[in-house]
């Protein structure tokens, strides 16, 4: 019986690439010089009573590559639109026009590119530490199934599984981040 005890990689990798995904999404959010979509993703807006994503409220379009303009659906919610905007911590200063938020993306001075390289390995270390939360989990699973009955050849293949899986996400996060460092230093 104790043969049959195994640790749920999947639902381990699911977990690391969940973190990963986190970062994919906090990466879109940094400005890099060049508009996207990306970048209001995170913005919420204090809508119908409760907290709403701004790609919900309009249409997210990159009509130029330094010009984001988001067509707000509902007029009422132009206004608190363009102050989560403001207040989003993105540095810019929307335009409005009617219904139409213009956000003209301003050319990254050196200084601001090296903070935004600063806040890129924030977010990134953030998500070494929830692989890494994740791989404590794994390890806990398997000192459980000590308990229950696993041998110790099993333990290090299994705590062997989870580590390559750890190292796997952890060169992934740390090649994402140089990525994205190299696209906030381009100029």
Do not use: C
Request: aromatic content about 4%; hydrophobic content about 40%.
């Amino acid at each position: 019986m104790a043969d049959d005890i195994e640790i749920d990689l999947d639902d381990l990798e699911r977990r690391m690439e969940g973190a990963m995904g986190a970062l994919r999404t906090e990466f879109a959010s940094l400005r890099t010089g060049r508009a996207s979509a990306g970048m209001v993703e995170p913005i919420m807006v204090e809508a119908y009573g409760q907290m709403t994503p701004v790609n919900q409220l309009g249409t997210v379009n990159v009509p130029e590559p330094r010009m984001v303009t988001l067509n707000i659906w509902d007029k009422a919610m132009v206004g608190k639109v363009e102050k989560a905007i403001r207040e989003s911590g993105l540095g810019i200063n929307p335009q409005t026009n009617g219904t139409i938020i213009m956000l003209p993306i301003p050319e990254l001075n050196e200084e601001r590119r090296r903070e935004l390289t600063r806040v890129a390995a924030q977010y990134a270390e953030h998500a070494r530490v929830a692989v890494r939360n994740v791989r404590r989990d794994g390890m806990d699973q398997i000192k459980k199934a000590k308990g229950d009955g696993m041998s110790e050849d099993d333990q290090k293949f299994w705590s062997d599984e989870v580590q390559t899986l750890t190292d796997k996400m952890i060169a992934a996060v740390d090649k994402a981040l140089e990525a994205k460092q190299a696209e906030i230093m381009q100029v």
